[in-house]
């Protein structure tokens, strides 16, 4: 059993940065993959990025490639989302998810979840 709680969210202007950052409880953390998923107003919730057990394996939307970076520490229990350049179309509530070992795309993949964080990007 893993229980995930977001933090990090807010209200920024387009091109800053924030980092998002996932806190998980449990002892076995680190055989989970972890993903960040969004989902904007009268959208379905879309992949943003994961990361597999070891933290060595990572994977990214394409409108995130090159902005965004997934990171984990698994002696604290937490997985990060670093936002930069962030554009308005970035706003939504982003949730942090858990699977065992590796990463996918797919939410259906995902057993665990956070309640989620706003993110709003103002132009």
């Known amino acids: 059993q893993v229980q995930l709680v977001e933090s990090g969210g807010g209200l920024v202007q387009a091109g800053v940065s924030l980092r998002l950052s996932c806190a998980a409880s449990?002892?076995?953390?680190?055989?989970?993959?972890m993903g960040w998923f969004r989902q904007a107003p009268g959208k379905e919730r879309e992949f943003v990025a994961a990361?597999?057990?070891?933290?060595?394996?990572?994977i990214y939307a394409d409108s995130v490639k090159g902005r965004f970076t997934i990171s984990r520490d698994n002696a604290k229990n937490m997985v990060y989302l670093q936002m930069n350049s962030l554009k308005p179309e970035d706003t939504a509530v982003y949730y942090c998810?858990?699977?065992?070992?590796?990463?996918?795309?797919?939410?259906?993949?995902?057993?665990?979840w956070g309640q989620g964080t706003q993110v709003t990007v103002s132009s």
């Open positions: 990361i597999n057990w070891t933290g060595g394996s990572t």
């Open positions: 449990g002892r076995t953390f680190s055989s989970y993959a």
């Open positions: 998810a858990a699977r065992l070992r590796i990463a996918t795309m797919y939410s259906v993949h995902y057993n665990y």
